[in-house]
């Protein structure tokens, strides 16, 4: 990463490494930081509280690799693109307990090339669970909302929300199936990372396909692993269809 401004103060005490009023600038983007550091036996973020502003993704994320912050196999940059702002305070002593809090925005979000609004996070750390106290996502497609947590020990996760005014027409997929209108529902969320369970219980009355109006439309679908499951049941030239 190249930056315009970079200021590191720093104290080298034996095996710890402590970072005050760190400041890393690029343009309008910058990340002021403070760090605890240990340097041995091996190399462990003990503390981290971080003001980020207008910041690219990718290199908040190589940033957080370089002290020590490592998301395994996942690597989020090759996902999503977004410009983030907000603090992040992190407190990770080896022998615990782990604390923290954040509230991170992404502007300008992005997914295999389409645009998905503004993403709101907020939450907090205690102990070995992740609890995301508000999650916000807001776009042309429309707005999803929600809370929920994950033990990190078991890879638990549950959480639940609103689907608010989705729309079809700013949905490629659908708007090239011909189909027009928007829908409103809820979801849950439970199982793990590796094998999440979710499901959907969708509505609307402003359904069009091909120009032609459907009456009420509701869908049921499920996600557990790889496999979809749903329930389909609609009003369409007057009569009524499942599947």
Avoid at 78 to 83: I, N
Avoid at 237 to 243: P, S, V
């Amino acid at each position: 990463v190249a930056w315009d401004e970079v200021r590191l103060p720093f104290d080298l005490d034996r095996n710890r490494l402590q970072l005050r009023d760190a400041l890393l600038r690029r343009g309008q983007s910058r990340v002021d930081m403070d760090l605890d550091l240990r340097l041995e036996p091996d190399t462990h973020l003990d503390a981290i509280d971080a003001r980020v502003q207008d910041m690219d993704w990718a290199k908040v994320e190589k940033t957080l690799n370089f002290v020590g912050v490592d998301f395994g196999d996942v690597h989020p940059a090759r996902l999503v693109s977004a410009d983030i702002s907000g603090r992040l305070r992190l407190a990770l002593p080896e022998g615990g307990p782990w604390e923290g809090e954040w509230a991170l925005t992404a502007d300008h979000l992005y997914h295999k090339g389409v645009e998905f609004g503004r993403l709101t996070v907020g939450g907090r750390l205690d102990g070995r669970t992740v609890r995301l106290e508000q999650v916000a996502l807001q776009g042309e497609q429309g707005e999803v909302t929600g809370r929920g947590e994950w033990d990190t020990e078991s890879d638990r996760i549950g959480g639940s929300g609103e689907i608010r005014r989705l729309s079809l027409d700013r949905i490629d997929e659908t708007k090239n199936a011909g189909l027009q209108g928007t829908f409103e529902g809820t979801y849950r969320l439970q199982g793990t990372l590796a094998r999440p369970d979710l499901q959907v219980d969708a509505r609307s009355s402003k359904i069009a396909f091909q120009g032609e109006s459907f009456g009420d439309l509701q869908l049921k679908g499920r996600l557990i692993g790889e496999t979809v499951s749903y329930n389909l049941r609609a009003v369409f030239r007057r009569n009524l269809y499942h599947a």
